[in-house]
């Protein structure tokens, strides 16, 4: 719908507008603040140490060894026990580099993510990497898919939820309005402040557009006739307008019967 094409075309021009290198800085620093980068490094070891204890992988390490080996060496067996002292140190590299929270190799990985992220701040290099990169992930017809999709899943779920007798979100909003109004009623000041607020708010918005708040009031009235200014007056003050023409009528009549009174007084005189 064009709504749907409206909010996911919106939702990614937003996300667009993030610049990418310095976010992925402040979560990569917001990490390293604890020292959770460590236990990534700590995963880190255990999936090459189960790379090393692979049948498979072994095995492949084993041929390549073979490889680069002149023959001679191969015919002792040579590739074999290469791979069984590298496999052995490693294994025991591993093992004390979990071992040991201050071993030196734990260090360079400090210096390594903290360069890189220093990097991600300020290399102009990095900034525009980050954003081609960006721009070529929003621009994957599978990631516009998936917002569309996102926004339909979310409306469906406002609609069905809506409608449900047991509604979570009425519940929370009218729980959330009683929490707001109760806070309100108890709270002086902030009735005051908000009182406040309004009135700077409307004031402003009145001074703003007074000008033109006349000029249209203007308008509209040099634009009506005498006929429609006469049924104006006629509809909006109507029974005023026929209580004052009456009391007029009285007041005339007792007005001229006072003179003629008087006047025959005068002659009589």
Known sequence: SGLRDFVTSRMLEQIEKVP????????????TDDRHHQKLFDEFTRVVGRFLNDEKALA??????????????????????L????????GSLLEEVRADPDHPMRAEFDRFAL????????????????????RDFLGRPEVRALA??????????IEQDANAP????REHLANMFVE??????????????????FVVALASFVESQKSGVSKFIADQVKRWDLAQLTRLIEINIGKDL???????MVIGGLAGLVLYTAERLFLLN
């Open 115 to 134: 360069g890189f992220i220093e990097r991600l701040r300020t290399s102009k290099q990095y900034a525009r990497r980050a954003e081609k990169l960006k």
């Open 180 to 197: 707001v109004g109760r806070h309100l009623a108890d709270d002086a000041q902030i009735r005051a402040d908000m009182n406040q607020g």
């Open 242 to 248: 026929q209580y004052i023409r009456f009391n007029g």
């Open 20 to 31: 990418l290198a310095p976010l992925a800085a402040e979560l990569l620093s917001a990490l």
């Open 83 to 90: 791979l069984k002292k590298i496999v052995a140190s490693a």
């Open 60 to 81: 492949t390490m084993r041929e390549k060894i073979r490889e680069e080996l002149p023959s001679l060496f191969n015919l002792f067996r040579a590739d074999a026990y």
């Open 148 to 157: 569309g999709d996102t926004w339909a899943s979310l409306r469906l779920f």
């Open 166 to 169: 047991n509604s979570a979100i």
